[in-house]
């Protein structure tokens, strides 16, 4: 089977650079069968609206099989489906039908690690002459029985846990449920390779790589050394600088591999990379800007508080540092960040709406989250509520990733549109009433109408799918910026209005009330987290 074909949408442009992606956690997205989880035929069944929206691609959080010890980011088996969650034909209709509606779909690869209850890892530990034994990371404790080294899982704790049956202990840079598989094994490459084939052959358009930046470790498995206060946070781990067991440079051999191999198919799958790096480090993801990651996704944008120097200074340094030929990937939220309605925003819609002009008017792809385009904001859980595993073992000093997975909110029905009345969901639902998405999408004041038409004005203008970005002066708290010869984005991030001289143009989007169709002539008036899109009429703005 096969989705929709062409690598470029015949303005030379590959459709994951002109194209808005939009991230599902199953999950939560749409429950028909009334289990209280999401499935696979419940994101069919709701294709409609990502059409209608405008999206271009899915991501889809791991639907494959899984005994859910950190919710299917533990695999048991990378090439069937998780039965919560549907089965592979389901899989083969979404990809049809999203291809159908011109919309992608990507799929999860978790290549770090599997399962403790994967095939492989049964019988890698079942004597150390097994013959997947070199398939994982085992080594001797040390004299003292301690640990064979210092480093620290990131959920907490050694990251290693002895195996009484082999007398030696196996790496898990995540739950101990999660084995490190050994990627300096020929063979483990080999089956990776096969897998990422056997995707493409079913029409997956890529895939989203899980911690592609940790896969290999140190040959010599030596100690982190210590953190310091120069250390940039990306590159801590409970105190230590992890130079070891992440960001080795031989990844980017693996890496390479996996670029030639999808780049042999007709129509090439895209590679996203999750990368947890500094500014300076991200751009060997890319390589040459044509032989690693198509797309790299970009944290300290991410973690960034939601003001307008500190976000301009990391999109800078981005454009900066990526290789030519290389494209930027712009996100707010994601599974394992809280929404950011909430963490930027602090549930301020104004806010909210400038987030959403802001991502869709950067040079690169935007990357939406599950209710991203409604405004949904993280729920308020209990310990009771908690199923993240960082939650339920770190409450109350840490509450865990639940509150930005929680169900979406479709109507204000009981059950919310996400499942039948009655039925308990997974998570807790937030409050349908004040957020939802049959609600907002006849309002053509909401934040679901305005994250549509900025889409739909990304479709329409070539400068803001391809245009080269420039930082514009403007006053302290205000974000300006250009894109290719005639377009510019200004955002105001402060609390007071602010007014912009020497600015002729027309104003083709705004986040405030009526800006679309606007003349501006001389100067442009903005009220405070006010934001807008707009065409110069000359180009009297200095780019610095």
Aim: aromatic share 10%; net charge negative; glycine share 10%.
């Amino acid at each position: 089977m096969s989705g929709p074909v062409n690598e470029e949408d015949g303005r030379g442009e590959p459709w994951w650079a002109f194209g808005v992606l939009y991230q599902i956690y199953p999950r939560s997205f749409a429950d028909t069968n009334a289990d209280g989880m999401g499935d696979l035929p419940g994101i069919i069944e709701h294709l409609d609206h990502l059409e209608w929206l405008g999206v271009d691609g899915i991501w889809l959080s791991p639907v494959t099989r899984s005994p859910n010890a950190d919710w299917g980011y533990d695999v048991s088996d990378f090439c069937s489906v998780q039965p919560d969650l549907g089965t592979m034909d389901d899989v083969d209709t979404l990809i049809a039908e999203a291809g159908r509606r011109g919309i992608r779909v990507l799929m999860d690869l978790v290549p770090n690690h599997t399962s403790d209850q994967h095939p492989w890892f049964l019988d890698a530990r079942s004597s150390r002459d097994a013959a997947k034994r070199d398939w994982y990371v085992w080594a001797d404790p040390k004299p003292d029985g301690s640990a064979p080294n210092n480093w620290v899982s990131s959920f907490g704790g050694p990251a290693w846990t002895p195996d009484a049956t082999t007398g030696q202990s196996y790496l898990h840079n995540h739950l101990a449920e999660q084995p490190d598989l050994n990627w300096w094994n020929e063979e483990v490459r080999d089956a990776f390779d096969e897998i990422m084939r056997f995707w493409c052959d079913r029409g997956v358009a890529g895939f989203r790589i899980d911690v592609c930046n940790v896969i290999i470790k140190d040959a010599q498995l030596r100690d982190n050394p210590a953190a310091t206060e120069e250390d940039d946070f990306e590159a801590q781990m409970f105190g230590q600088r992890a130079v070891y067991n992440t960001n080795r440079p031989e990844v980017h051999e693996v890496i390479r591999r996996w670029r030639s191999l999808v780049d042999a198919f007709e129509d090439p799958a895209v590679l996203l990379g999750e990368t947890p790096v500094g500014v300076s480090e991200l751009a060997a993801y890319y390589g040459s800007g044509h032989d690693e990651l198509h797309l790299a996704f970009n944290f300290p944008f991410i973690s960034a508080p939601f003001e307008a120097g500190a976000l301009r200074a990391i999109v800078e340094q981005t454009e900066a540092a990526l290789p030519p030929g290389a494209w930027p990937v712009w996100t707010g939220s994601n599974h394992d960040m809280f929404r950011f309605p909430t963490r930027w925003a602090g549930d301020d819609p104004r806010k909210a709406r400038a987030a959403l002009l802001m991502l869709m008017a950067l040079r690169g792809t935007p990357v939406l989250y599950q209710g991203d385009e409604i405004g949904l904001g993280n729920t308020n859980l209990t310990h009771e509520d908690m199923r993240d595993p960082l939650g339920v073992r770190y409450w109350p000093y840490y509450e865990g990733r639940d509150a930005g997975r929680t169900p979406m909110p479709w109507s204000d029905a009981p059950g919310g549109g996400f499942t039948e009345p009655g039925v308990r969901p997974w998570l807790p639902l937030g409050d349908v009433h004040a957020c939802n998405v049959d609600g907002q999408r006849s309002d053509p004041a909401s934040v679901l109408t305005l994250t549509r038409a900025l889409i739909a004005l990304r479709r329409q203008e070539a400068d803001l799918r391809r245009g080269d970005y420039r930082s514009l002066d403007a006053p302290e708290g205000v974000w300006a910026w250009s894109r290719g010869r005639r377009h510019f984005v200004v955002i105001n991030m402060r609390d007071e209005p602010v007014a912009l001289p020497d600015l002729d143009g027309t104003l083709w989007i705004g986040t405030g009330p009526s800006r679309g169709g606007e003349p501006v002539e001389g100067s442009l008036e903005l009220g405070p987290w006010e934001g807008v899109i707009g065409a110069r009429a000359t180009s009297r703005s200095t780019a610095r």
